[in-house]
Structure formats: C-alpha cells, structure tokens
C-alpha cells in the first residue's frame, strides 16, 4: 500500500504582537503563551503563544485547526484536530505503518490497507475470503452455497453465509440398497449393493454429493438370482414348482422300494445363485434278516425288501397270550415290531381223580377234591416249570365216611353220637335241627337249626332246650348227608315261686297278696293255699301230698286264670276247685304256706314258700316254738331234710 509522504510543518510562528516595554513582560503573557527571551539582544522579553495556538501572546492565543490545512494526514487518512494540536488516524480498511493506532504525519507514518483476510474464519465456513483495497468480500467454496443473501458478500455488513451442500437422501437403485454409513453432504460416498436375491453385472456402484448438491446415479445394474433347474437324484422324484429364484425349495422323495438313507429331503436356491446342498440318498429299502425273538420260530422266506413279511411263532413248549405276530419290512428299512411273548405252555392242565380245579392260570393250578372226598394226602398244586412239563400235585382224595351213628340225648340238655372211626381228625361240619311240641299248648313251637363243626370221633352238642317239651332231633353230616334222629322229652323243673310279703296278722280272715311271675308252663300249674296249724314240732313235707302235721289245703287257684297281682282272703269259706277255704280257728296260731305245683302226666313238681302267720284274734300269748320264726325274713326258702315219714322244712334265718 502506498503512503503519501506528505510532510507538512506546521512550526508555530512566533508572532510578536506586541512588546510592552517597562514592564514585566512575561506576566501580561495569555496563559497559552510563554515568555521568551527577546531574539533582538535586547534583553527583552517577549511573549509567545504556545505550540498549536495562534494570538498575540497577551491578550488571546487561540487555537489553530491545523486539518483546515489541507490533507496534512495523508491519504486514506482522517485528520483529527485537538486544543492546540491535532493527529491523525486512518480510514476503514487501512491501518498506520507505525501499527498504533494514531499517528502524525511528520514521522513518515501513513495509512496502508490492511489484509483482512488474514483473519481465520472472517468469511465463517466454507466461505473465501477476497482482500480488495481498503476492503474485502467473500464467497463461497465449492460445495457450499450461499444462504440469506447473494455473492459477493460482506459479513460484517451482510446476513449472508455460506452453507454447506447436502445432497438429501441418495437415489434408489433397482434390486440395490444403500450401504451405510449414509452421509447426504457434499463429497460423500454411499456405496450400493445389490438386493437379496440379486447379484452385480455390470456399472459403478457409488454415488457421489456432487457441488450442485446432487447425486450422481451409480451405473451399476443388478440382475435377479436363477438357481436353474435343481438337481436330479436317482430313484427319487422332485417336488419342484418350477421356481428357481433365491429361496426357491424342491423336494424330493424316494421311489416305492426305496427309502431316504440321507437326513434331508429338501434343498433351497441360495442368493449365490445355486441350490443348496443336500444330504439325500435313495437307497433301496432292505429290512436284512428279521430279529430273532426268544423262545420264537420264525417263518421267512428270505426277502427283506418293502413289504416283506416274517412270521413269529411261539416254539414248542411255549405259547403266547398276545395274537400279533407278523413282521412287515417297512419304507424305512425296518421289520415292524411284534409283540409276541411266548411263554412256557406245560399244555392243558392235567386232572386227579376225585378232584376239580379250585384256580388256575395257565401256569399254576390249584385243586380241591369234589363232593364227598377229602384230601387224603399231598399238594394240592400243580405247576407248569421251564422245562414246558406239568409238576402235577400229589393230592389223593378219598370218599368222606362222615356217619351219624349212635345218637343219644344226654341230660335232656347235649347230644352224642359217634362218626365213622377213619374220619377221626377231619373235621366235620353237621346240622343239627330240633323241633319241640307241647300237647298242652298247641300254640307253642320251639324250632331251632344249629350248625356244628367238630372232628371228634364222639361229638358232642348241647342245646338249649326248653322244659316238659317234646323234641325231634335230626343230626346230618353235611358232607356225607348222611342223618340220625332222636326223640328228647324234657321234664318238669321246680317251679319258681311267687314274690309273696311275708307278714304276720291278727284275724281269723286275713288277706294275703302275692305277685306272680308268667311263664309257658302257667297252664299245668296251680298254687295251693296250705293252712298248717303250729303245734308242738313243725313239720312239712312240700313235695308230700299227705298230711304230716295236720295241715289242709284251703285253696288251690289255677295260675293262667289268674292276674299278676292276686288278693286271696283266708277263711272265706269258699270252695276253690276240691278245696274247702275253712274258716281259721279263734285262738290258734297258723303258717300259711303257698305251694306252687305243676304236673304233667305222671310228672309233678312244686315249690313252697311262706306267706303269712295269722293269730287268733284274741289269743295275744306267743307259742314258744314260734320264738325260732320271730325274725324271719320278708321271703324264706326252703331246706328240707329228711325227719321220721315226712320232710322236715325250717326257715332259715338271713
Ligand atoms: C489555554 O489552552 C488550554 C488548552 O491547552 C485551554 O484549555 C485554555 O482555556 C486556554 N486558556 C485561555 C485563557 O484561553
Ligand atoms: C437473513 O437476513 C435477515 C435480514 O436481511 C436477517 O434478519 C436474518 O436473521 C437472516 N437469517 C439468518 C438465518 O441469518
Ligand atoms: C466410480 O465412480 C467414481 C466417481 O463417480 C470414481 O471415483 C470411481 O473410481 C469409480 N469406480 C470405479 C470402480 O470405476
Ligand atoms: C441287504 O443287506 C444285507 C446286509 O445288511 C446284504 O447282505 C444284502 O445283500 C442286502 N440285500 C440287497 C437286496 O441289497
Ligand atoms: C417272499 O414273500 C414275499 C411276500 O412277503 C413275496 O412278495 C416274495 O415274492 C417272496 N419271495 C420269494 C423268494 O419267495
Ligand atoms: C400265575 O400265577 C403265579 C402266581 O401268582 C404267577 O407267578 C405266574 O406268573 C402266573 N402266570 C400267568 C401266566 O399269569
Ligand atoms: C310227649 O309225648 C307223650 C307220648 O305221646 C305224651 O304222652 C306226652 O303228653 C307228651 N308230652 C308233652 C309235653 O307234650
Ligand atoms: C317222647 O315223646 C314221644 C312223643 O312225642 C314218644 O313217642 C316217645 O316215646 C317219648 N319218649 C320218651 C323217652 O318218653
Ligand atoms: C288287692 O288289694 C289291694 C289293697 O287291698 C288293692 O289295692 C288291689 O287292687 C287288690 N288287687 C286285686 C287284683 O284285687
């Protein structure tokens, strides 16, 4: 840059205004003046504005616009004037060569332009900076393009930038894709591949931003993926549908009589353009030789092709329960299975005399003898062992001799009799079934079945048979069947005695109560009112109709005409069936006895008890031989003993 080497001097002129002579000088000097020496050699003083003002150094010193002067500064400079001096600065775009930033023009200092391009980044990015004279201006590089305003520009006074190209999204190629990275902006690369299922022939395969903030279109083409025809296999068919474009799937099957050896069946077009390999082998189906199962014969007749059939039979001394037993050479060169399981067959089971069989399974029988036979000796098993032979039981059976002989009864009450004498230790089971009848009550039956185990060679039952009744009684083996019957005729027990209340009474008319118990045999009993008069020593005979000791029978009552409870008044002197209720004798003293006595045909049984005493009213005197019956108890029994004819009773004392 060239300066302007303009010199100017501006010395200050001294002027003398004026001279005051005889005076002080210096002291009228203005305040912008200064007192100097005369020049004259006068000695005198002078006063001089200062440097920069113009006056007459007394009464004004002004100041001096030194830029009025013309360029004093230079060009492409600004003079700026200051009280009394002035300096210089340079115009925008240009700088002083002394680099401060104001200068005077008197030291060969001037104004050059400056490089503003030397700044980085004046022009921001992608812009290129042009430095002109006293200026500059930008545009934009390649691959930028400017925004906000048109080139050239200036960024300091204009809104405008620069931008770089951005291409957008790259084209579309047929049958291509883009590969990533995918950057749009100026410059970059996207490479292209062919889609799947289609493969490069020919061309470029980029696409470049271009500076236009295009794409060039790569040149490349991509053709679609043929595999062609598949393979051929032999003895198998295809299963193709005629396509052969990646992904593409043929499938292939063996031939009848022939099986897939291999582990695959199907094989696919792969984006290489072949198809897959397969693992597939036709080979023809071959069952070999059929496994031999246990105890089997096999019926073959040497083929193992499909379909070939192997027979399995149980051998001999075998037999199977299941019924599957054909072998079938399948499409996988495998004998179908066969579910036959032969086990030893001993054959039909073998039979003994005299028996049946109880159970069996095929292999094992149990027996038992048939009706009328016992098992005499040996096992009652036979089994079937692995040899395929029976091991037949050892049981004998013999005829049962189970007998009813020699039937007795025995105390009205058990059975006897005796079975045959080879039967001892076998027990036996009998029926023993018993009928009772009474002639005197055609309503009562006594009918009972009893069944009775024993292997004694002398049974024994006994029953429970009821009194005065008369029994059939039939005994059967039920084996044998065979039977004995036996007539029992049970006898009349004592009978049992009323509940009577012993009391002792003061009348010649007492009334005596009883409660009496029912029983079966109540129509072949009576009870007996017995008066016996106390006199010296008492005896009674209850079982004797005779009279021992004076006394009478005032009454006899028969017991089923009677209720449960009776009243029976003494001395009434009624007639009760032969009997005569006399009336009691004033002043003597009576036991009054009641016997119970049942009879039936020729048998006859009674019972006694004691009812009352009954004393003449008047007669109050105690009878010494009465002292022994003071205490007696509210009902007494009887002992009796035997004492000269008659049977001697006494009451015993509680
Ligand atoms: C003298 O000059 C100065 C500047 O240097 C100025 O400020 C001042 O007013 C002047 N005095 C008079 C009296 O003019
Ligand atoms: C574009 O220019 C206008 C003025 O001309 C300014 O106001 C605006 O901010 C500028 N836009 C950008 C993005 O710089
Ligand atoms: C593809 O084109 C680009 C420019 O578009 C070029 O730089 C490149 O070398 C070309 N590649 C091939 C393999 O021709
Ligand atoms: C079947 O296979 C057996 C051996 O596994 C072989 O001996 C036989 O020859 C084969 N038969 C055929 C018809 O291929
Ligand atoms: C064997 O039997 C099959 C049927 O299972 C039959 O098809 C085949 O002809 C027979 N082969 C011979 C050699 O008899
Ligand atoms: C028959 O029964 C026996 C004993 O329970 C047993 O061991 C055997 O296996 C059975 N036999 C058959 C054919 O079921
Ligand atoms: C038992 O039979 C005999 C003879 O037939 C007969 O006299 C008697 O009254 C019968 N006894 C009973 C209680 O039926
Ligand atoms: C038992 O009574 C029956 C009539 O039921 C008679 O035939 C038989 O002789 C009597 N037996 C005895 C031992 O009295
Ligand atoms: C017996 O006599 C008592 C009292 O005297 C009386 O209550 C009862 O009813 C009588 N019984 C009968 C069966 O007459």
Redesign the pocket.
Known sequence: MKGTALVLLTATVAVITDVVVGTDVCASCHPNATCTDKMDGTGGKVCNCMYGFVGNGRTYCQDKDECQLGRICGEHSRCHNTYGSYFCTCVSGYSPTNNLAVFIPNDGTYCHDVDECIVDGVCSEGGVCTNTDGEFYCKCRTGYTVQNGSEPFQPHTHSAYCEMVDCGPPPSVPHAVQIPPIVTRYGSVVQFACADGFTWTSGNVTAICGPDGHWSFPSMHCKEVECGVPPSFPHAIMLWNGVSNVGAEVRYQCVDGFYNAGHEDMCVCTSRGTWSLLHFLCQEVNCSEPRPLPHTQLVW???S?L???ALYECEAGYRSVSTESVSVCGSDSQWSAVQLHCEVYCGPIPMLQNAEVLWENGTIAIYHCVKGYYRHTGSDISVCDTTGRWRVATMRCRELKFSVQSLTVLNEKCLRWRTAAEMKGYKQQYAVVFIGVRDFDPSFSDQRRKVFSSSALHPVVCLNLQPITNYTITVTAQETGDTATVTANTSIPAPPTPEVRYSEVDSHRPTLRLRRAISSLDPICVYQVIVLPVAGVLVFDCGSSRSCGGEYVAAQLQLYKLGVEVNFTLGNREQYGPFYNAPLENGRDYYIILRTVCTWGQARKQSCVIWAKARGAYYATRISALATFGSIGALGFFSTTVYGCCWFWKVHRF
């Open positions: 007749n040497g083929s092709t379909g070939s059939v």
